[in-house]
Each structure stands twice: as structure tokens, then as C-alpha cells.
T-cell receptor, first 120, second 114 residues
Framework: NAGVTQTPKFRVLKTGQSMTLLCAQD?????MYWYRQDPGMGLRLIHYSVGEGTTAKGEVPDGYNVSRLKKQNFLLGLESAAPSQTSVYFC???????????????????FGEGSRLTVL | SQQGEEDPQALSIQEGENATMNCSYK?????LQWYRQNSGRGLVHLIL?????REKHSGRLRVTLDTSKKSSSLLITASRAADTASYFCATPPDPLFGNEKLTFGTGTRLTIIP
């Protein structure tokens, strides 16, 4: 199993350009997430999905859109890139939690290796 | 806003020594998780401790949780060079208290000196 795979791993954009980051998981996980990691800021949740066809906003959703058309894929789109979106982006997935409650964020997260995006 | 905050921000120790890092959080939780991140890599889940547990072990890792103080600690015993990494605590939401996302702290950067 490959786990969580992100493409591309590196990308340089000019301000105003658009792009899509692809996340694919082969663990049949229900939940998927997009985070960004910036120095001194830790990881911040952008958007997440609790199942095929559903998405929800996280802590920093502005400037991003997502889609979950297939259970194994979670796409993150930047419609008009800005320098403030220069960051390392991580995709993660998790199983549907069991036992202590069924809230979407109680499971162990499996992360991809990250996508480094630079916006000039 | 950060839910979990790790302390210290950076820690350097000699190989073989024990490393302790702490995490404080703000609101009630139903469990707390610790992750490791090697430089340039994704995060890897280490251990999850539930709110009704006080201590949990996994190999050379020992995690404690004090819900009255809203704090957790991660102890790595007999450190190795391969333990050099950043360590993050993550606090999932408790639906009773309205915290709707899994939030990570800013991490502790651990360096093991050979």
C-alpha cells in the first residue's frame, strides 16, 4: 500500500495563477484533510471531508476550494494564488472513529509527504 | 488559534539521555495524540491517549495526561540519533464543547547529539 500520496511535491506559481493539489489514499479511509504548515504556526486545517461528495471548512479556508468526487481522492484548488499561500501543504486521511464517540476528528491521521508551494 | 502548545520549543540532549516534552491545551478533550515529523517529511502518528487514561506506553515512549491541568507529556527514553525530529501534540474536538477541528501545536524540535 502506498498510503497517502500527494502530487505535485513541488510547485512554483506566479501571483494570480491557479493550480490543483491532488491527494490520493488507498486505505479506504472515510475522512480526508488538507493542512498547511508555516514556520512558527504549526499545522492549520484548511478544509476537510467526512465522505465522498462532502466537504467542510477548517480554520483557514479562504482562497482555497476542495472537492471529493471519489472516496480515495481529495483535491485542493487555488483559484488565484497569492504570496501568502506560499507554504507546505499536507494531506491526511483517517478511518471513521469507533468506540468513544463518532466525531470526525477523533481518529489517527495518516499524512502524505507534503507539497511545497511557492507563490512569487 | 492554537489549542495545544508544546514546551519547550527546542530541546537538545545527548544520545542515550531521556527527552521530555510537554503539551498544554485549553479546552476539554476526549483524547490527545502525539505525532513526529522528520525534516522534510509528513507527520507520523506515535500514540493516542484517551481522556480516561492517565498514562500510556509504546516501546520507548511514555505519555501522560493530566486532564485537571489540561496538560500532557511525552517521554522518550534512551534517545537515539534517529529520534531527532519535531514532535507535535494534537487535540481532537470534543463535540460537547464545540471544538470542531483537530488542532496541532507548533511543536518541539528535538535534536539528539551523538
Amino acid at each position: 500500500n502506498a498510503g497517502v500520496t500527494q502530487t505535485p511535491k513541488f510547485r512554483v506559481l506566479k501571483t494570480g495563477q491557479s493550480m490543483t493539489l491532488l491527494c490520493a489514499q488507498d486505505m479506504n479511509h472515510e475522512y480526508m484533510y488538507w493542512y498547511r504548515q508555516d514556520p512558527g504556526m504549526g499545522l492549520r486545517l484548511i478544509h476537510y471531508s467526512v465522505g465522498e461528495g462532502t466537504t467542510a471548512k477548517g480554520e483557514v479556508p479562504d482562497g482555497y476550494n476542495v472537492s471529493r468526487l471519489k472516496k480515495q481522492n481529495f483535491l485542493l484548488g487555488l483559484e488565484s494564488a497569492a504570496p501568502s499561500q506560499t507554504s507546505v501543504y499536507f494531506c491526511a486521511s483517517s478511518y471513521r472513529p469507533r468506540g468513544q464517540g463518532a466525531h470526525p476528528h477523533t481518529g489517527e491521521l495518516f499524512f502524505g509527504e507534503g507539497s511545497r508551494l511557492t507563490v512569487l | 488559534s492554537q489549542q495545544g502548545e508544546e514546551d519547550p520549543q527546542a530541546l537538545s540532549i545527548q544520545e542515550g539521555e531521556n527527552a521530555t516534552m510537554n503539551c498544554s491545551y485549553k479546552t476539554s478533550i476526549n483524547n490527545l495524540q502525539w505525532y513526529r515529523q522528520n525534516s522534510g517529511r509528513g507527520l507520523v502518528h506515535l500514540i493516542l491517549i484517551r481522556s480516561n487514561e492517565r498514562e500510556k506506553h509504546s516501546g520507548r515512549l511514555r505519555v501522560t495526561l493530566d486532564t485537571s491541568k489540561k496538560s500532557s507529556s511525552l517521554l522518550i527514553t534512551a534517545s537515539r540519533a534517529a529520534d531527532t525530529a519535531s514532535y507535535f501534540c494534537a487535540t481532537p474536538p470534543d463535540p460537547l464543547f464545540g471544538n470542531e477541528k483537530l488542532t496541532f501545536g507548533t511543536g518541539t524540535r528535538l535534536t539528539i547529539i551523538p
